[in-house]
């Protein structure tokens, strides 16, 4: 019995250090400077979700700017050098809240990924944060855009 116990502990912390080192793939978590979040719960306001940019983020303050005043329509828009950092953006429908986070890999591809909650009605949920730009060269696959 102590030996069958040893051999499951043992497969056990194998399976996981594999687990882990699979994991890893040259892809570290990337720290969410400053993040914020919302929704917009008044269905003749659903169209504002198509502000959000199809890329999954903004790198330039005109855009940012046009999200802001639209989503957060009481808060001043925050300053943010668009030269070292990107803002992240993700949209969830329905009254939902959601968060961002998002790793990068050893080539400089930033990949988004985001959880949400799942509450039907009208409306949407949004996420916008703030990372830090350096070694990142492309987003989802796709190379960064100019700044607009």
């Given at each position: ?27 570290k978590e990337v720290k969410i400077e400053k993040a914020w979040t ?25 855009a940012f700017a046009t999200i802001w005043k639209a989503w957060r ?76």
């Amino acid at each position: 019995m102590h030996r069958w116990s040893l051999l499951l502990c043992a497969a056990l912390f194998a399976g996981l250090a594999v687990s882990v080192s699979g994991q890893g793939g040259g892809k570290k978590e990337v720290k969410i400077e400053k993040a914020w979040t919302g929704r917009i719960v008044e269905k003749d306001k659903e169209p504002l979700r198509k502000l959000a940019p199809a890329l999954g983020y903004v790198s330039g303050p005109k855009a940012f700017a046009t999200i802001w005043k639209a989503w957060r329509t009481e808060d001043k828009v925050p300053e943010v050098d668009f030269s070292t950092k990107l803002i992240l953006v993700g949209t969830v429908s329905g009254p939902n809240e959601m968060k961002l986070s998002a790793v990068a890999d050893d080539q400089g591809n930033l990949t988004i990924k985001s959880v949400a909650t799942l509450v039907g009605g009208p409306g949407f949920g949004y996420a916008l944060v703030q990372v830090d730009r350096d070694g990142i060269k492309s987003v989802q696959g796709k190379p960064l855009q100019k700044d607009e």
